[in-house]
């Protein structure tokens, strides 16, 4: 079994919000956005598939409704639960993060 690093506690993310995390890495790292809803957590790469830029509209802040995560440049929208585009000028989804949530805590391979 692959090591997983803790990436935060589910509470340190809002119910019905995000967190931002940036992971570190040799290549430089990247951020991925946490998303909550209940007990489950659902982590996609902060980074929109219409153009690449990131989905929120000022660091750490996201356009989140009724389920969906809204790009902030052009309004590609997004379903929290699976990164599926559902709106705007996205052809694909948002690229998922494997999760754990376990004892409490966020974990990322
Ligand atoms: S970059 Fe996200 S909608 Fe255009």
Sequence with gaps: MSPTRVLCR????PDSGALAVRIDSATGGFEIILLRQGDRVFGYHNECP???RNLDYVPGKFLIRNGSI????HGAT???ASGDCLA?????GLL?????VEDGEVRAP
């Design 70 to 73: 809204i790009c902030a440049a």
């Design 78 to 80: 997004f379903a929290v």
């Design 10 to 13: 589910v509470e340190d993310i």
């Design 88 to 92: 705007g000028p996205c052809r694909s």
């Design 50 to 52: 219409h153009q690449g």
């Design 96 to 100: 998922r993060v494997p999760l754990q």
